[in-house]
């Protein structure tokens, strides 16, 4: 039978040998297609053309993390097939011929990131398994489920591979096992589970031809006018955000409104790009409605029905703030993948009387951190008092784990959880200044409140920063003088956390009438 998706092809590339189809389309002196850039185009065709034509409007600060977990995640798969041959290097030319060499030989082996072309569309599958007859295709991702897009990736891997020649007898994606406890010893065996979706895949091959005409044709013509919407974040935030969403000088830009969404869609179709001049009755969330009234005045907005919550709270007042770190490939014997392991904490420790001392916990980073952190918290906790947190699922969420873990301190953990006070819905339903652009985050409201504790000038600045200077300092290789460096950054940054919800506190206070 013609391979699925041979629909519209011509006839002398149907009858190509096996392995000779690979070869046969190939010409790397001509800008092709790719598996990443027709499921760019399938999100939005803006975002193919700009990445084509534009990349130096691209965004990619916060992709790093994401393509760090990808490689272990893929590594791992790897060993899991021994015995398999790794198609190497980014010369797309090498690859295609080493593919094609690697078919051919007998007995046949595991692939790994073997490369295809057909028609200038270019892919490399991760996992290339020899059965009976055929090959297993395992695409692996480093989620911890399958989504409907990696049904549309499987696909176009699939239609490619079978119009190369390949014979594919089971289209899988490998998905990670959420629930694997990593047992030590480097052994990954169970971290993956391995879902067939060829009942969902192969009826989209169909499409696939049609889909590479599509982005051919948007290559082809001029930059797409495609208004800022869903697209831009699903399924993946867009590197190009910053460069289609309409900013108004000197204004406030409809993406201050916070869960705008379909709203900001409409507004935007209807040519509205400065929030001060949408009509207030177009607002109906209370939220959006509040960012509306301080931009339209100018001016922020206080409630002092803040303050007087604030004011009946027990003292003394700890302010408390974690630092977390995940892998998707845990290293700490126990622990899953990506489990938040709480490997800091900054708390601030208010008296009725105005004294504020600051305790702190940073792991040395020499293994497990989660034993000491704990321990260190609770002494410092102590059992009355408000603890003040900045958006308590998060912590409670790190609190309950940690009493699961060590039943030793479980006592004391959920003991402070029911002391929590959370610091944010507060500020979101009484407080809102302009320049906080439609954020009630930490790093947006403070500034607004305490310039001079603007988060801008440190050496670790958020936590993303926060969790990678730790993984650094987990490195054997690292100097003694670059640790040193590092851990400052990290106490600094932590500390402004909680600095940070000490004086929105007391500035709140102040509003009582």
Not at 364 to 379: I, M, Q, Y
Not at 406 to 416: H, I, P, Q, R, T
Request: with cysteine; proline share 6%; charged share 25%.
């Amino acid at each position: 039978r013609a391979p699925c998706g041979a629909r519209g092809l011509k006839q002398r590339d149907r009858e190509i040998p096996v392995g000779e189809r690979n070869k046969a389309h190939r010409n790397p002196q001509r800008r092709g297609l790719s598996k990443s850039r027709l499921m760019a185009h399938r999100q939005c065709p803006k975002r193919l053309w700009l990445a084509t034509y534009k990349t130096e409007l691209a965004d990619e600060s916060g992709a790093q993390s994401a393509f760090a977990f990808g490689n272990e995640i893929g590594e791992v798969a790897r060993r899991l097939h021994p015995g398999g041959h790794l198609i190497e290097g980014d010369n797309l030319s090498e690859a295609l011929k080493a593919t094609t060499a690697c078919l051919e030989e007998r007995p046949r082996k595991p692939l790994f990131e073997a490369t295809f072309d057909f028609h200038h569309t270019l892919i490399r599958a991760d996992l290339l398994l020899p059965m009976r007859t055929g090959y297993r295709l395992v695409e692996v991702k480093a989620s911890t489920s399958v989504k409907p897009h990696y049904i549309e990736d499987v696909a176009i891997q699939a239609w490619v591979m079978e119009q190369a020649g390949v014979r594919l007898r089971r289209l899988e994606l490998a998905h990670v096992n959420n629930c694997f406890a990593y047992p030590g010893n480097a052994d990954y065996r169970g971290l993956l589970n391995y879902v067939d979706v060829a009942s969902e895949a192969r009826p989209l091959m169909d499409e696939v031809g049609g889909w590479v005409n599509t982005a051919r044709d948007t290559l082809a013509g001029t930059e797409p006018d495609i208004k800022p919407g869903s697209q831009c974040t699903n399924p993946y935030p867009c590197s190009f955000m910053a460069y289609c969403w309409p900013q108004a000088e000197d204004g406030y830009p409809l993406s201050d409104l916070p869960r705008g969404g379909k709203v900001v869609e409409t507004l935007t179709a209807e040519g509205y790009t400065d929030l001060r001049d949408v009509p207030a009755k177009r607002l109906s969330n209370v939220h959006q409605r509040m960012v509306h009234r301080a931009v339209k005045a100018g001016k922020p907005i206080i409630d002092p029905a803040a303050g007087q919550m604030l004011q009946r709270l027990a003292w003394p007042r700890y302010y408390l703030d974690f630092e977390t770190i995940q892998f998707a490939l845990p290293i700490w014997v126990g622990t899953h993948p990506y489990q938040q392991i709480p490997f800091q904490w900054s708390c601030h420790i208010e008296n009725r009387y105005g004294a504020v001392p600051h305790h702190e916990f940073l792991a040395k980073g020499d293994g497990d951190p989660r034993h000491a952190f704990v321990e260190s918290l609770v002494n410092t906790l102590g059992t009355t008092g408000t603890i003040f947190v900045y958006n308590t699922a998060f912590e409670h969420t790190r609190m309950t784990e940690l009493a699961e873990a060590f039943s030793e301190f479980a006592s004391a953990l959920n003991a402070a959880c029911e002391r929590f006070v959370d610091l944010l819905p507060i500020v979101r339903d009484h407080y809102y200044h302009p320049d906080q652009h439609g954020s009630w985050s930490l790093k947006a409201v403070l500034p607004t409140i305490a310039p001079e504790l603007d988060y801008a000038g440190l050496e670790v600045a958020e936590g993303g920063a926060a969790a990678e200077t730790f993984r650094k300092l987990l490195n054997p290789d690292t100097t003694a003088e670059d640790a040193a460096n590092w851990r400052a950054g990290l106490i600094e940054y932590c500390g402004r956390d909680t600095l940070a919800l000490v004086r929105i506190a007391r500035f709140l206070q102040k509003r009582v009438l």
